[in-house]
Every structure is written in structure tokens, then in C-alpha cells.
């Protein structure tokens, strides 16, 4: 009996270690995310999509409230200047150019001006730890005032917000904290970090997938000294006044289209809600293409058209 109280205790013991390494390095990868290098050019990718982002782009900085200096990249619309600006914010494994090459020359092509951001954490941006956007959202306050600055005299500033997965949380996080911005489009938008967390686990046969969820999330807070997933997009959007299309990939293994929708509904005025057949969670504007390009630009012109003239 004394052999097997000891043995027991030392396979506790076993399976306690490996819980704590396993959520010590979920937590860390959650808030370290590695620095995104430029994409390899796909064989079938338009040549002038990629020379937008070699040619066409000029360096922008911004300073974050806790000191944090923050990089992104500028390009102006053709024609005479104007305050209609998309401002593209990536996701967690990709960054801004990979943004641009895909929805770039659509965007200036209905005349607005991009900027497209590294997050804290990413590209040429400083900041230790990501927070999904605990602090982010107050980062890009931060690139409002300096996107702003930029219209020329007597045109409105007219900032539409693009994030997809992560950024798309982040940028309804932002929208509901500063009304300056006009539309939100939430491609892929992450609906609760700890469900995507819980699903990643699940997908890699790990088991009690929840439980290190929880813990993964709460640790990962703990570190970057900022809720991550408090409060959750659900949670924002009955707080979300401005207009808003979710575009979301039918067969996305990681947020479920269904929960898209749940989303969507969440807003006072029901978010327009565009499914695209066969898309997953990072294709869904190339599987859409330009058809789906020109529908949530159509969505976007409409609304903040309507807005200015109010």
C-alpha cells in the first residue's frame, strides 16, 4: 500500500509538470507572436497586387499611450486626396502586407487610402507582448490621430476599419471605444479566444482541451498584465453603433460559421453576413475574390457615404 501511495503521488506529480509546461507554452506563444516575414508570392497572384506593397507604400509611425512606438505603412488613393481611409489590421500568424496584396487594389480602386498596421509585437512595431486588444484598441486611437492629421484641408476624415481574425476583434474593440470610425469589416473575426484556444488544443489530440484553455488564456493575461479575452467581441458588439459587415469562410475549422452568425446578430442593427462556399479560416478573401471584394466594398461606400451625408 506505501508503494502505491508513492506512486500515485509521483504520477500526479508527472501529470501535474506536464500540465504546467504545456500551459506555460501555450501562454507564452499566445503573447509572443513571432515576427511575420514578408509572404512568398503566390504562382497565380497578380504581379501588380504585390508591387503595390513595393512601389506604392511610404512609412508611417504612431506612439501608443504606454510609450510604444508603432509602425505601419501608407498608400494614398489615386486621384485628388481624400480622408476615406481603410485602416488594415492582421491577424495572429499573418501581418500587413499579406493584407494588402490580397485587398489592396480593390480598395484604392474605389478610392480610399490604405494604412496598413503591424500590431504591438509584430513587424517593425515595438511592444514585448500581444494582448488581442487590450491594448491594441487604444493603439489604434493612437493611429486615428495620426491618420487624421494626414487628410487635406476641409475633407473629412472618413476611417473605415478591416480586421480579419484577431484584428477583427481588435478593430470592433476599437470601434466601440472611438466613434470617429465609420464602418467595420470583420473578415474571419475571432468570436472568444478561449474557444479558438480550446479548439487549437482539441486538433492536436491534447487532452482536458477546456481546462488548459482556461488556464492557457488566463496565464497568457497574467503575463502581458491585460485581460485577453475580457470583453469578448460578443460581449462589444450590443455596444457597437456604427455599421458592420462579418464576411466568414463556410468551412472554417477554427471559429464555426454558425458562431459568425451568432455574432453578427449580437449588433443593435444585425450585421450584414457574407458566407464564402469553401473558404476556410486565413483564404476567405482569395477563395471570395473579386466578387466578394466588390460586395463588401459596395457595403463599405454605402454606409460611409450615407454617414457623411447625414
Avoid at 506604392?56 to 504606454?66: G, K, L, M, N
Avoid at 468551412?251 to 460559421?257: G, R
Wanted: charged share 20%.
Amino acid at each position: 500500500m506505501k508503494w502505491l501511495i508513492v506512486l500515485l503521488g509521483l504520477g500526479a506529480g508527472l501529470i501535474g509538470g506536464l500540465i504546467l509546461v504545456v500551459v506555460e507554452f501555450g501562454a507564452w506563444a499566445l503573447v509572443t507572436p513571432r515576427r511575420v516575414a514578408s509572404p512568398t508570392p503566390d504562382a497565380n497572384e497578380d504581379e501588380t497586387a504585390t508591387d503595390i506593397w513595393a512601389t506604392s507604400t511610404e512609412s508611417i509611425r504612431a506612439r501608443a499611450a504606454d510609450g510604444v512606438e508603432l509602425a505601419g505603412r501608407w498608400i494614398a488613393a489615386p486621384g485628388s486626396p481624400t480622408g476615406r481611409t481603410m485602416i488594415l489590421v492582421h491577424g495572429f500568424v499573418d501581418g500587413p502586407e499579406a493584407m494588402v496584396v490580397d485587398r489592396g487594389r480593390a480598395i484604392l480602386d474605389h478610392g480610399w487610402n490604405i494604412a496598413a498596421v503591424d500590431l504591438r509585437g509584430y513587424g517593425e512595431s515595438q511592444g514585448a507582448f500581444s494582448s488581442f486588444g487590450g491594448r491594441e484598441a487604444g493603439d489604434l486611437r493612437a493611429w486615428l490621430d495620426v491618420l487624421a492629421a494626414r487628410c487635406a484641408p476641409g475633407e473629412p476624415f472618413a476611417p473605415v476599419i478591416w480586421g480579419r481574425s484577431m484584428g477583427a476583434a481588435i478593430a470592433l474593440r476599437a470601434a466601440v471605444e472611438d466613434d470617429r470610425v465609420r464602418a467595420l469589416v470583420l473578415e474571419a473575426p475571432m468570436v472568444d479566444l478561449e474557444a479558438a484556444v480550446t479548439t487549437l488544443t482539441r486538433n492536436r489530440k491534447v487532452p482536458m482541451a477546456p481546462l488548459l484553455s482556461r488556464l492557457i488564456v488566463s496565464r497568457a493575461g497574467r503575463l502581458a498584465k491585460v485581460s485577453l479575452h475580457r470583453p469578448r467581441p460578443l460581449d462589444l458588439a450590443a455596444r457597437c453603433a456604427q455599421p458592420v459587415v462579418v464576411v466568414h469562410g463556410a468551412n472554417d475549422p477554427l471559429i464555426p460559421s454558425s458562431k459568425a452568425r451568432i455574432l453578427a446578430d449580437a449588433f443593435p442593427t444585425p450585421a450584414a453576413f457574407i458566407e464564402v462556399p469553401a473558404a476556410r479560416h486565413a483564404d476567405v478573401v482569395r477563395v471570395g475574390g473579386p466578387d466578394l471584394l466588390a460586395e463588401i466594398l459596395a457595403f463599405v461606400d454605402r454606409h460611409v457615404e450615407a454617414s457623411r451625408t447625414a
